[in-house]
């Protein structure tokens, strides 16, 4: 080979060279560029994720992310939403509706900012959501982001205005009625002859016809109490006294003993009444009159458990406020019917009962500046919480101290649907804490797997086997998180039981409010 071909051989190879260079280089940017897309891809990913507004990501009419909030809020798994149109989870009432508004959008037709419907949890409730849609591109496609603001809220407002205009207007009547009644009364309101003179002098037909006007007499005295309170009036504040509030539900208990502890027992279904009551401050108000509304909670929670179950009564007392909770694993109360048990003169029984007691209960707590509130799934029982103020607001301590450890704080709760894990939610969610709920072990593994949480709660009822198995597949994940059992035998686990399951500390049931939140302020503490 002479000169001039090596040459060019060489200048080949060179050129070679730097094609191979430039290509090596183009690699290297192609590679950096990808990560740089994929790490972008991530972060949209748990951008949307994160967002404290629930959301899904909706492409060719089927569902291909969800977030934390909307399965929390709905209560589904990932695998139970994927690839399913955002139409499954309409509530027929807002189906068609619905139905004219996905076309309008997928068909690129114009669509209202906003838009209100019902949505379908997991649980088979209705919820009322206020729906807002943006066309984006996501993975090179076109695809619309759908976030949905809950209107629970705005609904139980809507639902309390409603009720207390429906109070107002049967208080009017009740007052009208309270005076006809009372009016009627006064002609048979005379000293009533003595029972020696009636045997001696009048025939015992007559005899019985008087009695049974005293026993009329005292029923119309009954009903006109019972409106009088229904009407809202007044009470005289000299009548006001300082009672304490334990007393008053240890008193209530009593006075249902013989019903719980009487003829349950003869139909062979047992109930089984448990108080966890605390100290607390005075009440200022009508004792005999809470009383009643006690009794009568009770009463609900006993007629709630046809075939036995439990029946649990908590006090605690909160930034002024005492509360009572009442809870029963009981039958629960239909959705249909949840929001109208307030109601007055609204009865679900087949008799000839008015139907006053809890609308009655409820005059009363707002006679006395405070609040019930229920929580209910339909075949897991039903909480009533009451709440009244206190005469005297102490500060406390305690509760800033958990207030400020739980807030912000990311916790997880693994229970299997019962009524502890709203109140749970409720109670932790009340205090700031960013709460992510999971039905299964299983479904709270792969939230593991997604999310950094600060605590985790497990709920698997008394399956201590099955808990034990989960806690240890968490630990695995994530050594140092704090894992809280609720167990219904909380004085009877000893702390080497406890270490054998792999837990760090233990909740009663029932749920106590106050050592709730202080058993999870001193968990979030240790971290």
Known sequence: M?????????ARIERLKVQNRTLRENLTAVKKEKGLLLKALEESHALIERNPVAAFIVQQEKIIQVNDTARGQLGYSNEEVLNRSFLDLVHPHSLEQATRLNRRMFSGKPMPDYYETYLIGKDGEKQLFEIRTRKIRYQGRRAFLVNMIGLKHREQRENQRCRHEKTEALSRMAAGLSQQVADCLAILDKEPLPNQYIETHIDKGFSEYLRTIEIVKEKGA???????????????????????????????????RPIWKGPSTSRGAQINVKTYLRNLAPIKGDPTNIQHVLASMMLNAIEALPNGGEIYLTT?????????????NGVGIPGNVLGKIFDPFFTTKNDSRLGLGLSLAQSIVVQHEGEIEVLSNEGQGTTFIIKLPLAQKPPSSKTKASKNTIKDSHILIISGGD???????????????????????????????????????????KSYLKSSKIITRLKKMEQLIPIVLVSDDEKGMSQNLLKDLGADLVIGRPLDADKTLSLVSTALASR
Do not use: H, P
């Not at 002479?2 to 060489?10: A, L, N, P, V």
């Not at 409106?227 to 006075?255: H, P, W, Y």
């Not at 605690?316 to 029963?328: K, L, M, N, P, R």
């Open 419 to 461: 009524i502890l894990k709203d109140l749970l939610w409720q109670l932790l969610a009340s205090k700031g804490g960013r709460v992510s709920l999971a039905s299964t072990g299983t479904e709270g593994l792969k939230l593991m797997k997604k999310k950094c949480f600060d605590l985790v709660i497990v709920d698997l009822g």
């Open 222 to 256: 009954i009903i006109c109490e019972n409106l009088a309170t229904l009407a809202g009036f007044a009470q005289d504040e000299s009548d006001a006294v300082l009672f304490d509030l334990k007393k008053i539900v240890q008193n209530a208990v009593g006075s249902t």
């Open 2 to 10: 002479d000169s001039g071909q090596q040459r060019k051989q060489r």
């Open 316 to 328: 605690e007392e909160d930034s002024g406020f005492a509360y009572v909770y009442i809870q029963d």
